[in-house]
């Protein structure tokens, strides 16, 4: 593979997990920030590397989902980007 000017561009632009803000992740899959910020909406931003183990953790987080309530978990993953996202609409137990 010949290495031109615009993979080194590429490379230069790419941010690590600890360089970008939980807007940025959003946008990158699509979502607006103020459209997911809201009540009854969380959000969990997780290195790219530790995804699939955090997510194998959500049993934890469904003990205090309301069960009587709608709910939807969308998980967001990328191996080109360093962060997945998890984004969760659901009502907790009171």
Known sequence: M???????VEALNKKT???IDPDEVLKHY???????RCN??????WRKEEAFQKLGDIGAFMRFVDHKAKARIEFNYDPDFPAALLIT??????
Do not use: N, S
């Open 2 to 8: 010949t290495l031109r000017p615009e993979h080194i």
């Open 17 to 19: 997990f600890d360089e």
């Open 30 to 36: 699509g979502y607006k920030p103020e459209e997911v």
């Open 40 to 45: 009854g909406v969380g959000i969990g931003v």
């Open 89 to 94: 609409h659901a009502a907790t137990k009171t």
